[in-house]
């Protein structure tokens, strides 16, 4: 059983950044691919970014690319999202993921265990 807790989210302007970090609970956290979702209101959750198990392999949208960076630290439990250059349609509620095969997958059924997620907020 893995829990999952995201934090970093908030306001901010068109051209601004913010990091999030989702800390895991329990051990084996190594061994889990970690993903990045997001939902916007209206809209069906959809892909951001996801990163291998041991780090060499990531995952980015289109939308995202160049723009978003992927990165965890096993030491801490912890996966980040660097986010730049934000835009008003990156705003939606952020999510991070746990994939126990280790894979940096942008299916969201590879998922098994999810957290409660994180709002951002860019405003023009």
């Known amino acids: 059983q893995v829990q999952l807790v995201e934090s970093g989210g908030g306001l901010v302007q068109a051209g601004g950044s913010l990091r999030l970090s989702c800390e895991a609970s329990g051990r084996a956290f190594s061994s889990y691919g970690m993903g990045w979702f997001r939902q916007a209101p209206g809209k069906e959750r959809e892909f951001v970014a996801a990163?291998?198990?041991?780090?060499?392999?990531?995952v980015y949208a289109d939308s995202v690319k160049g723009r978003f960076t992927i990165s965890r630290d096993n030491a801490k439990n912890t996966v980040y999202l660097q986010m730049n250059s934000l835009k008003p349609e990156d705003t939606a509620f952020y999510y991070c993921a746990a994939d126990p095969f280790g894979m940096a997958s942008m299916r969201p059924n590879q998922y098994k265990y999810w957290g409660q997620g994180t709002q951002v907020t860019v405003s023009s």
């Open positions: 990163i291998s198990r041991s780090g060499p392999t990531t």
